[in-house]
């Protein structure tokens, strides 16, 4: 496929890039909020109108075809995270035209800590019925106030005819929809336009990329331009970039802003997103053999998504050493793992990780031709690169610590914390019995956790694909100590001062979880998600999604929902 975007190694085109991206500086503060509304009105038609083409190249590029029971993964990964996102910040622009403030009437309460909690999913009707059992929250810093967040909400959009200059955006490789959504946050959170450079693993997509974004790259306020690593480092240097926001790797970051040196030296600001080392905290209890058929299923998930490939990927399993029902959830995860869906481990130098996985850990349990390993830690040993690797392929560690109830569930916030590499996602799986056992207990140990999203009985990709959520690292994160970023994205609330966000999914599945009918966070409709790689169904029900959020067709819908059934 050729590909229509100039190069930055062209360097007239880049000029001429520059040139109509300083004029849309302008043309953007002249707009109206309603004018923006209407605009993002218009982006949601042109990427309705390419997101059949959008998926399939990008499963495509990813070595799957249109067919592949996990193609369904680039429908929800790519039109499906931008098509809520356009919906999410049009309802922002609208309360902000209106003079309200987008966290509205949405309910705020107290979480531990000195902390303000948001709740803001499921906002509609449409997502309580068709991701049932799901919740989300926001939680502020500690010492923000309810007066404070309110007045607050809207961050660029507050004051729109402010000039904050050029953005250069550096697009991850892996999920396509990210790009975008950087691209959207960069226009409304700070009132930049944005030059976006595209990964080469992302060039087939550009044409795609153009017509899906035509609204925004007419009137200037959008460029795309492809190349390698050096052309991004030209572009990260120019003087008319006023701000560098990266997806990517801790190395990818370094190298930008140290330029090989020991000492930072880039001196334009910079934030990113750059992925880690996710637990996969396992809280003892008395599961059912489907408790562990499904949570192993769900763990094989977080793994395999996309084969790996993601920042968000689960890596390692903290499980107790204690816990009668140990060995028989190792064993469902063996099953779960090895009976996934086969696909190609496609993104570049993981044949090397792959290799590096199967050098130092000789005892792996290998699966899928040795393109899946399970690296079990005895316990009492120490799991070495396991936790301080991010690995970006099929490489799952688990490891065990002693105790039960409250006292594994400290000892596993610590050692998350503390051992392993990175601040951007973990996932937690507790049974509603030891959940409330625990008490508030449970809470604290949540707020302990030092991570910016966190899933509880979900997977933290979720808070990823909810727009009204926030996605970035924990606080903390500097340019010389960057851990997995600075900063947020997504935050389609344009919330101010955020910590976290925190994920709620249901323990069990329909119909399992009818017994939970009245337990708020518990009762879900969906037999088994679709993102799930075992999902039978999740290929044509991850397309039936993104397609009613295209045109808003409940018959065609309802359709959808009896496939679900089937998953």
């Not at 607050?152 to 959504?181: E, M, R």
């Not at 693993?201 to 795609?208: E, N, R």
């Not at 997103?273 to 003892?284: K, M």
């Not at 058929?293 to 993601?310: D, I, K, P, S």
């Amino acid at each position: 496929m050729s590909i229509s975007a100039p190069t930055t190694s062209d360097s007239a085109s880049l000029d001429a890039d520059l040139a109509a991206l300083r004029t849309g500086v302008g043309v953007w503060a002249h707009l109206t909020l309603g004018q923006r509304e209407r605009l993002f009105e218009r982006l949601h038609a042109t990427v309705s109108a390419v997101a059949e083409e959008w998926a399939d190249v990008a499963a495509t590029s990813k070595g799957l075809s249109t067919r592949h029971p996990l193609s369904g993964e680039e429908w929800l990964s790519g039109p499906y995270a931008v098509l809520t996102a356009l919906e999410a910040y049009r309802t922002t622009l609208e309360a902000l035209a209106s003079s309200r403030s987008p966290l509205g009437d949405v309910l705020l309460d107290s979480a531990p800590g000195d902390r303000l909690r948001a709740y803001t999913f499921p906002l509609t009707a449409t997502d309580a019925l068709l991701l049932s059992g799901y919740t989300g929250e926001v939680w502020f810093e500690p010492g923000v106030t309810e007066t404070q967040a309110r007045v607050s909400a809207g961050l660029g959009q507050l004051h729109p005819t402010d000039k904050a200059g050029i953005g250069l955006v550096l697009g991850a490789g892996n999920i396509t929809s990210i790009p975008v959504l950087d691209v959207l946050y960069e226009l409304l959170a700070h009132n930049r336009v944005v030059i976006l450079k595209v990964n080469p693993t992302q060039d087939a997509l550009v044409p795609v990329y153009e017509r899906a974004l035509a609204p925004l790259i007419e009137p200037g306020f959008l460029r795309i331009v492809t190349g390698d690593g050096a052309a991004g480092a030209a572009l990260v240097t120019h003087p008319d970039i006023a701000h560098v926001h990266i997806t990517g790797s801790a190395a990818t970051f370094d190298l930008i802003v140290r330029d090989g040196g020991p000492e930072p030296v880039l001196a334009t600001p910079i934030t990113a997103e750059l992925g880690g080392v996710s637990p996969i905290i396992i809280v003892p209890g008395e599961w059912t053999p489907a408790d562990l058929r499904f949570h192993a299923e769900h763990v094989a998930t977080m793994r395999l998504q996309n084969a790996g490939h993601n920042c968000i990927a689960g890596q390692v399993v903290i499980l107790s050493e204690d816990w009668p029902q140990r060995a028989a959830f190792l064993g469902a995860l063996r099953a779960a793992y090895a009976a996934a869906p086969d696909r190609p481990v496609w993104y570049p130098k993981s044949s090397e990780k792959l290799e590096a996985a199967a050098s130092a850990h000789p005892d792996a349990r290998w699966s899928a031709g040795r393109r899946r390993a399970i690296v079990e830690v005895p316990p009492g040993h120490d799991a070495g690169d396991l936790e301080t690797v991010e690995y970006f392929s099929p490489v799952l560690g688990v490891v065990s610590l002693p105790g039960s109830g409250q006292e594994f569930l400290d000892a596993a916030v610590t050692h998350a914390n503390e051992k392993l590499v990175g601040t951007l996602g973990a996932n937690v799986l507790i049974d509603p019995v030891t959940r409330d056992a625990l008490g508030d207990g449970f809470e604290h140990s949540i707020a302990d956790l030092r991570y910016g999203d966190i899933a509880i009985n979900a997977w933290t990709a979720f808070a990823f694909l909810t727009p009204t959520l926030t996605w970035g690292a924990f606080p903390g994160g500097t340019v010389a100590d960057v851990q997995s970023g600075i900063g947020v994205v997504h935050n389609a609330l344009l919330l101010d001062r955020v910590e976290r966000s925190v994920v709620r999914g249901p323990f069990r599945p329909f119909p399992r979880s009818a017994s939970a009918l009245f337990g708020p966070g518990r009762f879900s409709l969906l037999p088994k998600p679709p993102w799930f790689v075992t999902a039978r169904t999740g290929a044509a029900v991850s397309e039936g999604f993104t397609r009613f959020r295209m045109d808003r067709n409940w018959a065609r819908m309802a359709g959808t929902l009896v496939k679900a059934f089937r998953a």
